[in-house]
Nanobody, 119 residues
């Protein structure tokens, strides 16, 4: 069983930046981020493979968000820039086997961290 703990959420003005972090209690292969806005379904945001060479993004965040990882620290990061009010959501860290599977059905979830972007 792997536990995931997110941090770094908060309140930011539109156009600002935030960096989310997620620490895993054990080794993970693919890691990623999802988000859920009020009244909406949880959606995929970004994912990264073990080596860090392969990254994947939702169209809505391409060019604004960057996912990275530090395997020595079992940590994945999500650098969010040019934030928009529509980015407001609870952001969840996820981990799994392959990226393809993680994007659909992660094996592990974090508890979530709130990101609020004011206009």
């Amino acid at each position: 069983q792997v536990q995931l703990v997110e941090s770094g959420g908060g309140l930011v003005q539109a156009g600002g930046s935030l960096r989310l972090s997620c620490v895993a209690s054990g080794r993970t292969f693919s890691m990623g981020w999802f988000r859920q806005a009020p009244g909406k379904e949880r959606e995929f945001v970004a994912a990264i493979g073990w080596s860090g060479d392969n990254t994947y993004y939702a169209d809505s965040v391409k060019g604004r968000f960057t996912i990275s990882r530090d395997n020595a620290k079992n940590t994945v990061y999500l650098q969010m820039s040019s934030l928009k009010p529509e980015d407001t959501a609870v952001y969840y860290c996820a981990a799994g086997g392959s990226v393809a599977v993680l994007k659909i059905a992660p094996n592990y979830w974090g508890q979530g961290t709130q990101v609020t972007v004011s206009s």
